[in-house]
């Protein structure tokens, strides 16, 4: 049984800064990847953030590059996003999400999620 659990999530104003954790559980993915996918009201799921099982390569949406940094703790099985300059366009609920796939810029690939965080940006 896997369980990713996320944290973190809240109300921030414009320009303000928030850090989601996902902790995973039940089976490591120390060596796997993970992601953030985010969902804002009325919209499809989209990827966010991936991290590699090493840590060593990371990807990011357009709108979220230079402003979002995806990092983990192997160690603790837990992986974070530290979001700055925070945006009203940037809620959303947040999920977190696991891989044992070595495909991991595929969304399709994921397999594991939790059960998600709610972010909401204010103006």
């Known amino acids: 049984q896997v369980t990713l659990v996320e944290s973190g999530g809240g109300l921030v104003q414009a320009g303000g800064s928030l850090r989601l954790s996902c902790a995973a559980s039940g089976r490591t993915f120390r060596r796997y990847p993970m992601a953030w996918f985010r969902q804002a009201p009325g919209k499809e799921r989209e990827f966010a953030a991936a991290i590699s099982g090493s840590g060593g390569s990371t990807w990011y949406k357009d709108s979220v590059k230079g402003r979002f940094t995806i990092s983990r703790d192997n160690a603790k099985d837990t992986v974070y996003l530290q979001m700055n300059s925070l945006k009203p366009e940037d809620t959303a609920v947040y999920y977190c999400?696991?891989?044992?796939?070595?495909?991991?810029?595929?969304?399709?690939?994921?397999?594991?999620w939790g059960q998600g965080t709610q972010v909401t940006v204010s103006f």
């Open positions: 999400a696991a891989t044992y796939s070595s495909r991991w810029l595929e969304t399709q690939e994921y397999d594991y």
